[in-house]
């Protein structure tokens, strides 16, 4: 059974860096399309990044430049690179994922779900 759990979320002050893991089990990776999204509360849920089985990434331009998505030498992770980091990029952090070759920039699209790790950017 598939199985998606985030982590690595915490307080960090602005201008700072974290780096949050989403590690996937119950499936070969190479499969799978893995998705970051986050929430803010009172806010709708945001695509920030996707990458394919075949490494094949895609960046949200509201965070382009400052995150990167990448798979573990393992492959059985994805990590998402965050620096520079603002207040408003406090959040929930959710990874997600979907079988295939195309990952998608839509939350709609993606049937496996973490429970989400949450990032607080506060000095």
């Known amino acids: 059974q598939l199985q998606v759990v985030e982590s690595g979320g915490d307080l960090v002050q602005p201008g700072g860096s974290l780096r949050l893991s989403c590690a996937v089990s119950?499936?070969?990776?190479?499969?799978?399309?893995i998705g970051w999204f986050r929430q803010a509360p009172g806010k709708e849920r945001e695509a920030l990044a996707c990458i394919t089985g075949g490494d094949s990434t895609n960046v949200a331009d509201s965070v382009k430049g400052r995150f990167t998505i990448s798979r573990g030498n393992a492959k059985n992770k994805v990590y998402l690179q965050m620096n520079s980091l603002k207040p408003e990029d406090s959040a929930v952090y959710y990874c997600?994922?979907?079988?295939?070759?195309?990952?998608?920039?839509?939350?709609?699209?993606?049937?496996?779900w973490g429970q989400g790790t949450q990032v607080t950017v506060s000095s």
């Open positions: 997600a994922a979907i079988s295939g070759y195309v990952c998608f920039m839509r939350s709609d699209a993606y049937p496996y």
């Open positions: 119950g499936v070969t990776l190479d499969y799978y399309n």
